[in-house]
C-alpha cells in the first residue's frame, strides 16, 4: 500500500499554541511510502516527527529525499533529521536540474559555522542525483514503483513543483508557486491536470 502524508505544510518558520492547533505549524515535509522506499520533499522542521518514526523501525526503508528550493524554511529540518546521523540509513537526496547542486546548497547551513557536523561527516550512506532533463524540458523518472515528475514554478531563486503517479493515485506538491507569468502558470496547469490530490502551499492571500 502506497501512504501520502503531510508533515509540514504552513509558514516559514515552525510555531506551537492553540492558534496552530488544528493543522499544525511545522515547515514544510511532505513523504510518500511505497512497499519499494520512502520519498520525501522537503526537510522543513516537519521532518522531525518523520525522523522519530523512522528511527523506531528495526529495518528502515531506502530514502530520496527530494528538494522543492532551497530556502532555509525548506531545509531547516535537516540538521537534526536523526536518521542522517545512522549508518543503517541510506539517503539519496535528489533535486531538479533547475537551481544551485543540492551539496553546495545544503552545506551552506548544513556545516559549521551554521551547525557542527558538516552534511559530509554524517554517518548514514549520501548520495547527490539530480532529476533529469531541464527546467525548459523538464524529464520524470520513476523510483520504488513511483512515476516523479517535476515543473519550474514562480518563487525567487527557483522552484520546482512534483507529480508522483502511482498505480493507486497522483498527487502534485507544490509549495510557495506564486502567480504572475502566464506562461508557467500554463504549464504548472497542464502538468498538475487530474492529479487526485493536489497540495498548493501559498504563503499570501490575493488581497496581498
Ligand atoms: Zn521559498
Redesign the pocket.
Known sequence: MNRFTIHGARGSMSASGRAHARYGAETTCFSLETPRGLLIVDAGTGILGLADALMRRPSPPDITLLFT?W?L??VMGLPCFSPIYQRRFRIRILSAAAGPEAESALSRVFGPPLWPVPIAGADAAVTYERLPGSAAAPCALRRYGVRIGWCPVL???S?VAYRFDTECGSVVVA??REHGNPEMDRRFFAFAANADVLVADAHYLPSE
Open positions: 528550493h530556502h524554511d525548506h518563487h525567487p531563486q522552484c509549495t510557495d
